[in-house]
T-cell receptor, first 111, second 117 residues
Framework: LAKTTQPISMDSYEGQEVNITCSHN???????ITWYQQFPSQGPRFIIQ???TKVTNEVASLFIPADRKSSTLSLPRVSLSDTAVYYC????????????FGAGTILRVKS | DTGVSQNPRHKITKRGQNVTFRCDPI?????LYWYRQTLGQGPEFLTY????????KSRLLSDRFSAERPKGSFSTLEIQRTEQGDSAMYLC???????????????FGPGTRLTVL
């Protein structure tokens, strides 16, 4: 089972870069890593997805080392509106596509 | 832009009653997922559909829960004989579903908050 582990919470200030790391030691060869953002009383929202090395879109970057046992979501120059819960999701394809979200990381951005 | 919609947004019921929730996915999305989320926890997978076929159900899903997607479009989730432990946010998500689940980009609805008294 591709269980993921993330820090429970992180604090940052506006304008700083925030890096949230997720460990997924049992990731399988065909598994991708996907990150979601969730605000209170809303459903999660897709941020970024990657398989290896680095992926960048208009809101974030995702860094994945060669062994793929971890990944780091990087949010450049955060603002107060980035305060949310961030989830790392790895679907365990070797174990029947187990869809298991972890508890996520609560990011608090302060002014 | 019509995203995933869920109705009702809030439901209060008494223990023992049956409730039904509806999810309308993004048009042309083949996959539809149901999750349950309690305070402070990540979404907990319940089941998913590929078109009208229900392909996987969580072992956590008791026989009081049933989901349908009769024509491969909207879906309903029914909970029979509700218990206080069923109080949670019920989330629906849809995806194009062209590849494996691992590569899916899921688009979530706003959820239905269920309170069982």
């Amino acid at each position: 089972l591709a269980k993921t582990t993330q820090p429970i919470s992180m604090d940052s200030y506006e304008g700083q870069e925030v890096n949230i790391t997720c460990s997924h030691n049992n990731i399988a060869t065909n598994d991708y890593i996907t990150w979601y953002q969730q605000f209170p009383s809303q459903g999660p929202r897709f941020i970024i997805q990657g398989y290896k090395t680095k992926v960048t879109n208009e809101v974030a970057s995702l860094f994945i080392p060669a062994d793929r046992k971890s990944s780091t979501l990087s949010l450049p120059r955060v603002s107060l509106s980035d305060t949310a819960v961030y989830y790392c999701l790895v679907v365990g394809s070797e174990y029947g596509n187990k869809l298991v979200f972890g508890a996520g990381t609560i990011l608090r951005v302060k002014s | 832009d019509t995203g995933v919609s869920q109705n009702p947004r809030h439901k209060i019921t008494k223990r023992g009653q049956n409730v039904t929730f509806r999810c309308d996915p993004i048009s042309e999305h083949n996959r539809l997922y149901w999750y349950r989320q309690t305070l402070g926890q990540g979404p907990e997978f319940l089941t998913y559909f590929q078109n009208e076929a229900q392909l996987e159900k969580s072992r956590l899903l008791s026989d009081r829960f049933s989901a349908e997607r009769p024509k491969g479009s909207f879906s309903t989730l029914e909970i029979q004989r509700t218990e206080q432990g069923d109080s949670a946010m019920y989330l629906c998500a849809s995806s194009l579903g062209g590849g494996g689940l691992s590569t899916d980009t899921q688009y979530f609805g706003p959820g239905t908050r269920l309170t069982v008294l």
